[in-house]
C-alpha cells in the first residue's frame, strides 16, 4: 500500500494529473483535514456574475439536457465562472441538500487553492476536462464524492468562459460520465455559436441601410465588439471598446476619435475623420471662472467640451503658454517647480490624453501642429486659477500676464 501525500492510504501511485494537483495545492498551503467552506457571494453580486457571464446564454440547453440526466442519476449539474464561482446548480434534491454540507452551492469558490484537487478547480487549472473520484480528491471530507468537469470557452475567440460539472455521491461514479459532461460543453459552445451568429445577423440588417446612407468610415459592432457590418474601411474582426460605453464621443486607441450611437444589440461607431483640411483646428481653454474650467475642442465634425480639474487646467495652460512644446521635466518645473516630478507629470498626461488624444501630441508634449488654441483668461488676471500655486500660472498673474 502506498500513501498519498493526503495522508491515505492507496493501493497504487495516483495518475499523472491528480498528482500534479497534489503537488499544486500542497505547494499552496492546502492541507487534507481543512474545510471546503469559502465566503459566499451575495444574491446581487451572482445576479451580476450570472448577466455578466456568456456561459449563461447556454443554459436553457444545459438546464433541458445535462440537468434533467443529472437528476434521474442521483447528481447535480454546476455551472461556474472563470473565478470557480458557482452561478447555477440543479438536480437531484437530495444531493443538493447533501451538497449544501460541503459548501457547493450557489456563489462559493471551487478553485483548487480553496478546495484542492477537484474537478472544478483542477480544469481550471489545466483548461482539460478531468474526473476526480473519491480519494483522488485532496481534502478528506469529499472522499465520498464523485465529480467530472470540461471547460466551456467562447467559441469566437476561445476565452474560457466557465466550467460545467457533474457531482454526487462516490456510489454515483460512472466511468462515462466524463464524456458526456465533455460533450454537453462542446454543445454548449455551439450553442453559443449560433446565438452569436443569430445576434450578428439581427444587428446588421437593422445596421446596413443606415451605413449605406453614411459618408466616411463606420461600423456596426455587438456590444462585445464584433463586427456586424462596415463601410468606408478595411472589415476587422473585432473592434476593442472600454468597459463603459456610451452614447457620445469616444476615444478609441484603434480608431481615434469616434462618435458613437446605440442600436439594438450593439453600437453603431462612426470614426470622426478631420477631413481634408487636417487635424482639429481649435482648443477653447476656459478659464475665466475657477468653478467652471473647461477644455472645448471644435473639430470639422463638431464640438465637444470636457469639465477640466485644476491640475489639468494648469497643464495645458503650460502647453498653451509654451506651444512649441514642453518635456516632462519642464512641465514639472512649471507646475512644481520641481524638474523630478516627471513621474507625476506623465501620470497626469496619460489621463488628459483619454480624452483629448486628438489634439495633444508627445515628443515633447504640446498641442498638436495646426491646432488654434485660444485661452479665455479672468477679467482680473489676478484670479487666473487663484489657488494655484504652478510657477507657470504666478508668473502669468498681473498686467504683464499673457
Known amino acids: 500500500m502506498r500513501t498519498s501525500r493526503a495522508g491515505r492510504a492507496r493501493g497504487g501511485a495516483p495518475r499523472a494529473e491528480i498528482d500534479a494537483s497534489w503537488n499544486r495545492v500542497a505547494r499552496n498551503g492546502v492541507v487534507p483535514d481543512q474545510s471546503t467552506e469559502s465566503e459566499l457571494l451575495g444574491s446581487d453580486e ?3 456574475r450570472r448577466n455578466a457571464s456568456t456561459i449563461g446564454e447556454a443554459m436553457p440547453l444545459l438546464r433541458n439536457g445535462l440537468a434533467s440526466i443529472a437528476d434521474a442519476s442521483q447528481q447535480i449539474m454546476v455551472v461556474t465562472d472563470v473565478d470557480g464561482r458557482v452561478l447555477w446548480r440543479q438536480g437531484h434534491s437530495l444531493v443538493l441538500r447533501q451538497a449544501d454540507g460541503i459548501c457547493l452551492e450557489e456563489g462559493a469558490e471551487w478553485s483548487e487553492a480553496t478546495t484542492g484537487t477537484n474537478a472544478i478547480g483542477t480544469t481550471l487549472v489545466t483548461r482539460r476536462p478531468i474526473q476526480v473520484h473519491s480519494a483522488e480528491h485532496f481534502v478528506r471530507s469529499l472522499h465520498t464524492w464523485t465529480c467530472a468537469a470540461a471547460p466551456v470557452r467562447d467559441p469566437r475567440d476561445g476565452r474560457l468562459v466557465g466550467i460545467l460539472d ?8 460512472h466511468p462515462a460520465t466524463l464524456a458526456l459532461v465533455d460533450s454537453v460543453a462542446r454543445l454548449a459552445e455551439n450553442e453559443l455559436r449560433m446565438r452569436h451568429l443569430v445576434a450578428i445577423e439581427r444587428l446588421r440588417s437593422v445596421a446596413a441601410p443606415i451605413l449605406c446612407r453614411l459618408g466616411g468610415r463606420a461600423l456596426a459592432v455587438d456590444t462585445r465588439g464584433w463586427l456586424a457590418a462596415v463601410t468606408g474601411m478595411p472589415p476587422v474582426d473585432r473592434l476593442p471598446l472600454p468597459k ?3 452614447a457620445g464621443r ?6 481615434g476619435m469616434c462618435r458613437v450611437e446605440p442600436l439594438p444589440g450593439g453600437w453603431l461607431v462612426r470614426v470622426a475623420d478631420a477631413g481634408p483640411d487636417g487635424p482639429p483646428r481649435r482648443v477653447v481653454l476656459d478659464l475665466s471662472r475657477a468653478r467652471g474650467l473647461t477644455v472645448q475642442v471644435v473639430n470639422p465634425v463638431g464640438s465637444w467640451t470636457q469639465r477640466l480639474s485644476p491640475r489639468h487646467a494648469e497643464l495645458l495652460y503650460a502647453l498653451a503658454v509654451h506651444r512649441e512644446g514642453r518635456t516632462a521635466a519642464e512641465l514639472a518645473r512649471d507646475i512644481f517647480g520641481d524638474a523630478t516630478r516627471t513621474v507625476t507629470v506623465r501620470a497626469e498626461i496619460s489621463r488628459l490624453r483619454r480624452h483629448l488624444a486628438e489634439v495633444l501630441a508627445h515628443r515633447p508634449y504640446r498641442f498638436g501642429d495646426g491646432v ?4 479665455i483668461h479672468p477679467q482680473d488676471p489676478a484670479d487666473l486659477l487663484p489657488r494655484s500655486k ?3 500660472v504666478l508668473g502669468a498673474r498681473g498686467p504683464a500676464g499673457p
Open 46 to 48: 451572482i445576479e451580476h
Open 372 to 375: 488654434e488654441v485660444e485661452v
Open 390 to 392: 504652478a510657477p507657470v
Open 244 to 246: 463603459s460605453l456610451a
Open 166 to 173: 457533474v457531482s454526487g455521491p462516490a456510489r454515483t461514479f
Open 250 to 255: 469616444v476615444w478609441l486607441p484603434s480608431l
